[in-house]
């Protein structure tokens, strides 16, 4: 009869590291702490929102992309489409984004994300009569075959669905 060799105590948890228990292991620190994204969301003409947040959700070219703290560094080209943002405490701020670029970067235990948009606004901030104004427009234009339709089209659809 042959015996096993019974599994180490600490298999499962990688070598040199400490295993940080609970459910959350991917999102919290040993200590309770939750990681956090330092988020800055920027347009040429302005910075637009500022903070550290537990998650950032975008719409990426290829489909959808969610960060949170420590993770890999990553550069997406980023849809038109609404971007969430998971602040401290739970509550979630929502902006719209007319393209642009998302550059994630990890560095001593700080991860950042820079979102680079052309165009950005936070919901709070849209003019729903004025983006359906717009959508009108561009749908009229689409309708001609105005090739720049479509995108205003997507940007003025964004807005509305982003401010409710």
């Given at each position: 009869m042959r015996r096993r060799v019974r599994p180490s105590p600490r298999a499962g948890v990688l070598h040199g590291r400490r295993d940080r228990g609970g459910r959350r292991a991917g999102q919290a620190a040993g200590d309770g702490r939750v990681v956090t994204v330092e988020v800055h969301l920027v347009t040429p003409e302005r910075e637009v929102w500022t903070g550290d947040v537990q998650m950032l959700v975008a719409h990426g070219t290829d489909g959808m992309?969610?960060?949170?703290?420590?993770?890999?560094p990553l550069l997406v080209q980023l849809a038109i489409a609404p971007l969430r943002i998971q602040l401290e405490d739970g509550t979630w701020?929502?902006?719209v984004v007319d393209g642009g670029f998302l550059h994630v970067s990890s560095d001593e235990g700080v991860?950042?994300?820079d979102v680079l948009a052309s165009n950005a606004e936070l919901a709070d901030q849209i003019d729903v009569a004025a983006a359906r104004a717009r959508l009108e427009e561009a749908?009229?234009?689409?309708?001609a075959d105005d090739e720049l339709a479509a995108a205003e089209v997507a940007k003025a659809e964004a807005r509305i669905v982003v401010a409710g």
């Open positions: 992309v969610g960060i949170l703290g420590g993770h890999a701020l929502v902006a991860t950042r994300a749908q009229a234009r689409a309708a």
